[in-house]
C-alpha cells in the first residue's frame, strides 16, 4: 500500500493549498490582515509552508523536479555579493545533485516541526485578539457556543475534504501531477515547458 500513502501524501499538499488559499481568501474578506501580528505571523506561516512544498516537489527526481530545483534556486543567485555562495551551499556543490536530494529530503522532515510551532503562535496571537467577521464588528451578544454548532460543522467539513482526497488518491492520483515528472531526472535534457505546480 505503499503507492496509496504516496499519492495520498502527494495529493494531500494540494488539497492542504487549497484549504490555505480558502484560509487566506477568508481572512482578506473579513479584514484579519488589521491584526498585525497574527497575520504577519500567518505570511511567515505560508512562506513556510510554501517551502516546504517546494522541497518536497523536488524529492521524486523527475525532470519536473529536477528543472524545478534548478530553476528555483538559481534565482537566489540574484543576492548581491553572497549569490552564487548561497545556490552553491543550498546545493551542496556546482550543481543540483545527490547532495542537493539530501539537504531537501532533511528540509521537507524539519519544516513540518517549524510549521507546528510557527501554527501554535499565529494560534496564540488569535486567542489575544479573537476571530473576525465579515461586518468588522465584536457582537458578543451573538456568540454561539462551540460544541455542538462548530464541532458538526467542522465534522462534516473534515469528513468531505478526507472523500474528496480519497476519491483522488485512489481514482484519479495523477491529476494534479506533471506528467514530465515520470521521466527520471536527466540534467542534459531540459523539458520544452518548465512550469511549476498549481499552486
Known sequence: YGWL???LHANGASMFFMCLFIHVGRGIYYGS???KETWNIGVILLLTVMATAFVGYVLPWGQMSFWGATVITNLLSAVP???TTLVEWIWGGFSVDKATLTRFFAFHFILPFIIMALAMVHLLFL???GSNNPTGLNPNSDK???HPYYTIKDT???MLMILILMSLAMFSPDL???PDNFTPANPLNTPPHIKPEWY
Open 156 to 158: 462534516l467539513g473534515f
Open 5 to 7: 500513502i504516496r499519492n
Open 81 to 83: 555579493y553572497i549569490g
Open 144 to 146: 454561539i457556543p462551540f
Open 33 to 35: 490582515y488589521l491584526y
Open 127 to 129: 486567542h489575544e485578539t
Open 176 to 178: 494534479l501531477g506533471d
